[in-house]
C-alpha cells in the first residue's frame, strides 16, 4: 500500500502554486489570488463617478467592484513584479505582460482605484517599466479621461491552493497510507 501512496505524496509535495494570468477576452483571471480583473479598454475615457454608478444592479459594470491598490499590487506581482510599485523603476516585463490582456494604452497602465473622499487615487505602469501610486488631481473623479481607465475586480471561485495546502494534503495521504498498512495484535 505504502508503494501506492508514496508517487501520489511526491506529486503533492512537488507541485508548486504558480500565479497564472488567463486572459478571459472581456477579462483576465489571477488564478493564485482567484481575482477577476475587467479589462481597462472598458472604463478608459469614463469618468471615476460614472463607474461608480454603474456598479449597482443594472449597470454597466454589475457585480465589479472598484479595486484597491493591494489588489493591483497583487496582480502587477502575478505578472512577475516586485513591489512596492512606488514611485519605483524596473516594471518593464510587467507591463509587457499585462497591457495586451488587461489593457490600456500604448504608452502605459492608468488605473484609477478606491476614492477616499477628495483623496484621488491611483496606479500607473507606464511602458518604460516605471510605476507610481497617486494621491493627486491626477484623474478627476467627475471626468473622463482618454488614458485613464478604473481597475475593476470580482472574486471568482477559481484559485489554486498554496504549496503549504498540498503539502498537507500530502502528509494525510501518507499517513493514512501508513495506518492502513498497520495490523492490529491482540
Known amino acids: 500500500m505504502l508503494k501506492k501512496i ?21 477579462y483576465t483571471t489571477d488564478t493564485v489570488t482567484g481575482l ?11 469618468s471615476y463617478d460614472t463607474v461608480v454608478a454603474n456598479l449597482r444592479s ?19 506581482d502575478a505578472a512577475g513584479g516586485t513591489g512596492p510599485y512606488l514611485n519605483s523603476s524596473g516594471h518593464q516585463a510587467v507591463f509587457q505582460i499585462l497591457q495586451p490582456i488587461w489593457g490600456g494604452v500604448s504608452a502605459g497602465i ?14 500607473v505602469l507606464r511602458s518604460f517599466g ?16 482618454s488614458h485613464t481607465g478604473t481597475a ?22 501518507f499517513g493514512l497510507g501508513f495506518v492502513s498498512r498497520r495490523k492490529i495484535h491482540v
Not at 511526491?10 to 477576452?25: E, S
Open 6 to 26: 508514496l508517487p501520489i505524496l511526491f506529486f503533492f509535495i512537488g507541485v508548486q502554486a504558480d500565479a497564472t494570468l488567463i486572459d478571459q477576452v472581456d
Open 36 to 46: 477577476d480583473w475587467y479589462d481597462l479598454s472598458f472604463t478608459v475615457n469614463k
Open 58 to 76: 443594472g449597470g454597466l459594470y454589475e457585480g465589479w467592484s472598484i479595486a484597491t491598490h493591494e489588489q493591483i499590487s497583487s496582480l502587477y
Open 110 to 123: 492608468w488605473a484609477n482605484t478606491l476614492n477616499y473622499g477628495s483623496l484621488k487615487q491611483g496606479i
Open 130 to 145: 516605471r510605476s507610481n501610486f497617486y494621491t493627486d488631481n491626477f484623474s478627476d473623479p467627475s471626468s473622463g479621461n
Open 152 to 173: 475593476l475586480v470580482k472574486i471568482t471561485s477559481f484559485a489554486i491552493p498554496e504549496p503549504s495546502t498540498i503539502a498537507l494534503m500530502g502528509t494525510v495521504l
